[in-house]
């Protein structure tokens, strides 16, 4: 009875169906294949407890000319600067009302009605009262002076919040004392209204959110109508950030991270700086600042609205001024090809612009011009503003249906699973898909939603160095790879992780592991196969706890039939031979992580898969 090695070819490939794969992998999740074999994808750990509020999409890494290592992180309702554990509120300002907000509760309630004319604010906004007195009970000024996110916009007048205790943590119940109205000296402070966890068209029906005033009628761009999502970038030591359609702001470092983002075209020495844009990104090599998607230049003045098409760029050096002169390098271009620009990405000497339709390179050429726009190819739009990525071979992205790399010339790539990512995904919030790096492995990669999900929960991986695919499940909403700090980070549920450490999901087992093969047949697959044995060979990686993998062996004896496990074992590394007893035309073998089986807690294994061998012998035809 002789041993059969079996090995597959590397990746993952679902263009066909499992029978005719044979020799390959068919499914999997949590691996990644690395010089043709596979192994479980490396873990994760918070890097700290403290958690922001809304969906982060957005991060970035810098470290100022003092070696202070700032993160910036985009949430849906916030902007933060995480400066060692702690994460900076740096959200910039819209409004500030002065001895101008009044108070009226009702007795055995939590809700507060605030009073401020024209105030301007979005279900879901962020205000902080200063100098309120008790209203005579329960509703103390300790009480009403913090920070509360806005609960209803009754009127364009008024807005309620939840009374809660000074800790922020437990709502106050007002009584029948709290008749007064906080006094004649109430301040408020708005910040910048937030935008939508789920896309909407930012035209017709659901631009605006829901209740507000925008709600099913026709609006242009806006910042309180889309998808919440920032780009950012550094001007030297200082950060750029604008929220898509919105206002572009700047952190200046040496102000210290106490103080608030403020806006560009406000800032003293301004000039005709754009006062809304839908991406800004500074030019690597010339230093200046662009925006994609800025307002147009209105006599002495900007717009306000937001071209879709038009590429604003400063005055070298200086991001404060945009006006165009002879005497500096601003200037603007208006893109031809496709109705909106959706996103941009820095590359070797060069932007890459995408829009809808077509892509388009930005060069640095030096004066008159300052920069050359040519459109390099018109066959493929990006899905969505953050779905490319640079890469040491290129600038990968997604577009409608199929994934592409722009070197020089745009070509799309050969993808063994492009009808598995794109038969199940939500096109309808393919906004919030991002692409991805991960270095270490050579793995450009993009995180997206399922077609029953509105948030991201997969991420499919292309290996540049093998030219292979695999996919899997994963919750994450950003990711930054390593580069200023030495691992990857990215987020999820208001946490900040750093990946490619140890083998655990945040100190728990890291649960779903698996890869499946295609079928495949030990003898020509007309007579049946009887299978008594089998050697694994498995290296196990960081096994401090005696840990195990299960081999799975299943077998079926037509395509069209579901496959039927016939054997389970357990492989540990002192393993050397399992019997088993299965009986098929053809076989599927699928290894799966078996971290926590005994239930007392994490055993912190990883693995990486040999050549299987069956010990095998003919049964006949039937």
Known sequence: MPFTKIQFKSGINREGTSYDNEGGWFDCNLVRFRKGRVEKFGGWTKTTDNQYVGSARALHNWLSLGSNLYLGIGTTLKYYIKDGATLNDITPIR???????????????STITATDASHGCEIGDFVTFSEAVSLGGNVTADVLNQEYQILAVPTGNTYTFTALDAAGSSAVIANGSDTGNGGSGVDGIYQINVGLDVYVPSAGWGSGTWGSGGFGSTSALSANGQLRLWSHDNVGENLIINP???????????????????????????????????????????????????????????????????????????E????????????????SSGSLIVGG??????????????????????????????????????????????????????????????????????CSVQDYVFSDINTGQAYKIFGFTNVEHDEVGWFYPSASSTE????VIYNTAEKIWYYGNLVRTAWLDSGVVSFPQATANGLIFQHEIGFDDDGSAMTGVFVESSDFDLDDGDRFTTIRSLIPDIKFLQDQNGGSINIITKVRNFPGESTVTEDTAEITSSTTK?????????????????????????????????????????????
């Open 95 to 109: 409004k500030t009302s002065t001895n101008s907000i009044t108070f009226s509760a009702t007795n055995g309630s």
């Open 244 to 318: 898509r359609a919105g206002g572009i702001f700047r952190w200046v470092e040496n102000n210290s991270t106490s103080t608030r983002a403020v806006e560009l075209a406000t800032t003293s020495g301004a000039n005709l700086v754009p006062t809304v844009g839908l991406q800004v990104i500074t030019s690597e090599i010339d230093r200046h600042l662009v925006v994609l998607g800025a307002d147009p230049i209105s006599g002495t003045s900007r717009s306000g609205v937001v071209d879709p098409m038009l590429v604003a760029f400063s005055d070298q050096e200086n």
């Open 320 to 335: 404060l001024d945009f006006e165009p002169l002879i005497t500096n390098s601003a200037g603007s271009v208006r893109l």
């Open 345 to 414: 990405v820095k590359s070797r000497q060069e932007i890459i612009i995408f829009t809808d339709t077509s892509v388009y390179s930005m060069q640095f050429v030096g004066p008159p011009f300052t920069f050359a726009i040519n459109l390099i190819n018109e066959a493929s739009g990006l899905i969505g503003p953050k779905a490319a990525v640079t890469a040491e071979s290129g600038v990968y992205y997604m577009s409608y249906g199929a994934f592409y790399v722009y070197n020089g010339t745009v070509e799309k790539l050969p």
């Open 456 to 459: 991201i929960d997969r991420y």
């Open 578 to 622: 399992k019997d088993m007893r299965a009986r098929g035309r053809s076989i599927v073998l699928r290894v799966e992580s078996n971290d926590d089986q005994d239930g007392l807690g994490n055993l912190s294994i990883g693995w990486r898969l040999g050549s299987t061998r069956y010990n095998t012998q003919p049964d006949g035809k039937r």
